[in-house]
């Protein structure tokens, strides 16, 4: 080779390798910049999520009086109790079956412990505690509220004392409403109504698996054995309400007249992906998606949110997981999450009242009302599952939501439920707080026993029916219940025996703590539960 030669392969190979060195500097160069600019983008999202709103004084207040009704409603031995009115009662129940059923709540003004609603508040606790931790610890509240949730899934474990057996009732509804007296007056042994393999009861016991498997979200970092024991228990209780599948209003004909199931498909998606988030085991993730999602979800056809039909809750739940992001899933899964998300995007336009499908089921007023019976349910309920969508729109940096070509934000979605919260605490037509204690006028004859019977009064079954009938107002004051609330004309008759309006129940409670929860100050949610 002549020296020329030589001269130009050295050449090139220096011009090569200057080519070289370059394009790695440049690579090095734009890898810098994105990662400056994913820098840039988490602490946006890290500026969302640590830099909350101020906090909202008259929510926090409402919130800290909201979560005394669970004191007023919980049965067996009473510890640290907040109510002075309340003692000591349901000490026997379960006693015949060896089992210990004295904790849990009643149900509303009366003495009976009815399993599915009982469920149902304890699922809402939990997600509301699960999604606002932080404001419920900025309002002093996260104690009480864990405190009144376990009180119920203490009870919920002991009434699931073997894999296919779940008790749903204590007491006779029937007997229990043919008297009138405090629970500390409760006498004898009540009766116990289970679902099994021959009787099934797929919605009761799909709820309480839901139940269970949300408050082990919340007990998690702070009693890991216990929580351990409850997503045993909601994935013995799933199994179960799968495998055996029928109503317990079918099985139980005597429930419909109380907490009659319009259906089981809901409870059975709502409690797999509850058993998802807490387990992280992608079969449940299959089930409400391939495997059911297209047979049970209702895609496409909004529902109201309540104790019997949890298809909205379940929608914004798995809404959830197409927002944020979920690993391991198939294409089709996630597919099918993005009709769950499309679902709730229809219920949130649905709910603005603006919105060219806004619904028109709301008072002259702007309350979301839908049925005569304990309207304030639907409202509340509607109230929180926008501002928590609104939420995970604010957490995740998605800032627009077309209803039908109209745009809105996720402000819209807070001032909607902001309207529902300050309607239910006293702007209203009746200038009436709804939320006993709150407020300088609030209902004074709650159709509640215990708050109705003056604790020295030494009544019987039957002379306890003159408190009932009493135009005097409650000599306890029932703080924290949330009423029926009003008539579609906006008027409210505060009469004891006007139960329809006037009597509380411990999940319209749950409801109203969801909401406050949320309201307390704006702030994003957290991108996981676990």
Known sequence: MEAKDVEDTESNFRWCWFLLVSVIAILVIVAGVLAILEDLKDSKKDSASHHPGPVVKKYADALEIALQFFDGQKSGKLVNNRIGWRGDSGLLDGIEMNLDLSKGMYDAGDLMKFGFPMAFTATMLSWAILEYEENMKTAKQLGHARDSLKWITDFLINAHPSENVLYIQVGDPELDHQCWERPEAIRGIRPLTQVNTSFPGTEVAAETAAAMASASLVFKKIDSSYSNLLLEHAQQLFSFADAYRGSYSVSIPQVQNYYNSTGYEDELLWAAAWLYHASKDLSYLKYVTELNGQQFANWGNPTWFSWDDKHAGTHVLLSRLNIFGAKGMSSEENLDLQMYRKTSEAIMCELLPDSPTATSSRTKGGLVWVSKWNCLQHAMASAFLAVLFGDYMVTTQISTLYCHGKSYSPADLRNFAISQADYILGN?????????????????????????????????????????????????????????????????????????????????????????????RSSSVVDSFT
């Not at 408190?467 to 008539?487: C, E, K, Q, R």
Request: aromatic share 10%; hydrophobic share 35%; glycine share 8%.
């Open 428 to 520: 209203n037509p009746m200038k009436m707080s709804y939320l006993v204690g709150y407020g300088s006028n609030y209902p004074q004859n709650v159709h509640h026993r215990g708050a109705s019977i003056p604790v020295d009064a030494n009544t019987t079954c039957k002379d306890g029916f003159t408190w009932l009938d009493s135009i005097n107002p409650n000599p306890n004051v029932a703080v924290g219940a949330v009423v029926g609330g009003p008539f579609l004309n906006e008027t409210y008759i505060d009469s004891r025996n006007n139960w329809m309006q006037a009597e509380p129940t411990t999940y319209n409670s749950a409801l109203v703590v969801s909401l406050l929860s949320s309201l307390v």
